[in-house]
């Protein structure tokens, strides 16, 4: 085997090693979690309805974010309970997109989906946005 095959192969090598523990170690190092309070106060705004959510994640391959325990709470004039529960979500954002400083969404993944829907009396459902 000649020396320049031989170098090839060695740096192809730990480029791979260096690849691997890219995958595996930065997902760990980039902590989204830390916007939780950020996405929660975000989402209480747009709906209008207290938001819960356990853990924020990021996935690399395919890049992703997670999220983990997801509910919105029926507002104050409904029984005490979720409008919505999702036990996981997880959403493939677009790469190039987020080169060009734009969120959009691949695909979007919900894990146990539970759906109540209620009607009060008068006329309003749980789920309708009350600043509309």
Known sequence: MDRRRKTGLIAAGISAILLLALIFIVPALVNVDRYKPRVVSYLQQ???KQVEIGRLALTFFPLAIRIDHFGVKNPPI???GY????ARIDAELSVGALLHRRVVIKSLVLE???LNMTSDPDGPWNFENPQS
């Open 112 to 114: 146990e989906p539970v």
């Open 78 to 80: 409904f029984p005490v």
């Open 46 to 48: 747009q709906t209008g």
């Open 83 to 86: 409008v919505v529960q999702v």
